[in-house]
């Protein structure tokens, strides 16, 4: 079953956003994730930051190895200091049959 990696964020240093995403896209590659989200936030029903992005992985499984990897635990870090918000993994819709 997929499984999506979602971040809600407020970006407080624009300048320094942008190197995230030279520092993401090869570890996006290695663990063959797709960003299929990644824009501005209009809430329609309760609060919200302004900006997303959803990242779709094969797996829960596969979502955790690359959210806890080392290498993205090192843009985490970076990601804390320049914005402010919340990130989640949630499995892909299935529908049971019954």
């Known amino acids: ?4 990696i979602i971040f809600n964020y ?3 240093d624009r300048i320094k956003i942008e190197e995230i995403r030279g520092l993401i896209s090869p570890i996006l590659e ?3 994730t797709e960003v299929i989200v990644a824009s501005p936030v209009k809430a329609i029903e309760g609060e919200s930051y302004p900006n ?3 990242h779709k992985f094969k797996s829960i499984e596969d979502a955790e190895e690359f959210y806890y990897s080392k290498e993205h635990q090192e843009i985490v870090e970076f990601r804390k ?3 402010e918000g ?3 993994i949630v499995p892909g819709y299935v529908e049971d049959g019954a």
């Open 86 to 88: 919340w990130a989640t």
């Open 30 to 32: 290695k663990y063959e």
């Open 1 to 4: 079953m997929s499984a999506y």
């Open 10 to 12: 407020k970006i407080l």
């Open 81 to 83: 200091r320049i914005t």
């Open 52 to 54: 997303m992005v959803i």
